[in-house]
């Protein structure tokens, strides 16, 4: 049996290669941005969060992507300056203000959605229906593991 396998079959060894493939997918879906597209990386995901959990004030943004308040800040300004989000007043609470995406925002996520989402399921074509099969059952659990602490 290949060491590869062998070391695949430890959970450090599983970790290994899980973070692996996982920063490679990640790097290759970042190729993938439509060409309009100059956000960064970090701006990108807070429109996505804001466009998959709705409006959310600055600090949730900020545990939600695991930055700093001020950071965040930062990021939401410069969002807010391109027209891709706007902040409100917090419905309960005068003291904050949530941010919600804007319909500039919600077409550059989509059309970024869209065109990664186009060249992962191209990909997933190439695979058998049992891989697909196995993505479909691991995706869930990646999924919690991303968002666990």
């Known amino acids: 049996m290949p060491t590869r396998e062998l070391h695949v079959r430890t959970d450090a060894g599983l970790a290994s290669e899980l973070r692996f493939a996982v920063m490679r997918l990640r790097r290759r879906l970042a190729r993938e941005r439509h060409p309009d597209n100059d956000l960064s990386v970090s701006s990108m995901a807070v429109l996505h969060a804001l466009h998959r959990h709705g409006e959310l004030a600055v600090g949730a943004l900020a545990a939600r992507e695991q930055v700093q308040p001020p950071s965040m800040t930062r990021t939401v300004t410069a969002l807010a300056d391109a027209g891709l989000v706007?902040?409100?007043?917090?419905?309960?609470?005068?003291?904050?203000?949530?941010?919600?995406?804007?319909?500039?925002?919600?077409?550059?996520?989509?059309?970024?959605?869209?065109?990664?989402?186009?060249?992962?399921?191209?990909?997933?074509?190439?695979?058998?229906?049992?891989?697909?099969d196995v993505l479909r059952r691991a995706a869930p659990i990646l999924q919690r593991l991303a968002e666990s602490e």
């Open 86 to 132: 706007e902040r409100c007043a917090h419905p309960s609470d005068g003291r904050q203000v949530v941010v919600r995406v804007t319909d500039e925002g919600r077409a550059v996520v989509a059309a970024d959605l869209t065109r990664r989402d186009r060249w992962l399921s191209r990909r997933l074509e190439e695979l058998s229906a049992e891989d697909r």
